[in-house]
């Protein structure tokens, strides 16, 4: 969440900034390349006016979706518990179970939490 959160921070808010607060300068930037005739097929001002609204809705529009995305990361950060470094073994590690400490010898199922000893195979 952190690179889409600094993607957007650093890419998207200016240009909808840019076209908030000088949108001639984003068309000529942007667009009047297209043309033989740059100054003939310059957009009017309305057309400008709603660049302006669409860069102001826009910015809006980031800003509560990334408030939206913070306070849920807020919220999963707190319902979910944080694993220590302790807890964490390997799975193939026999000694002891990261999560429910069982000695060595015994084995369990971890989602029933049942412990069993295990039976050696006749050969």
Known sequence: ???????????????????????????????????RNPEA????????????????VGLVVLVVVGYKMVQADRKYRELTP???SASITS???????GSCRYPAGKRHDPHTRSVFTPTRQPR
């Open 91 to 97: 799975p193939l590690d026999s000694r002891a179970c």
């Open 82 to 84: 944080p694993a220590s």
């Open 1 to 35: 969440m952190g690179g889409l959160l600094l993607f957007l921070g650093l890419i998207v808010v200016p240009f909808l900034l840019w076209s908030i607060f000088d949108p001639k300068s984003q068309w000529q930037v942007l667009s009047s390349w297209k043309y």
């Open 41 to 56: 097929n310059e957009p009017s001002e309305a057309a400008y006016a709603m660049t302006r609204i669409g860069g102001v």
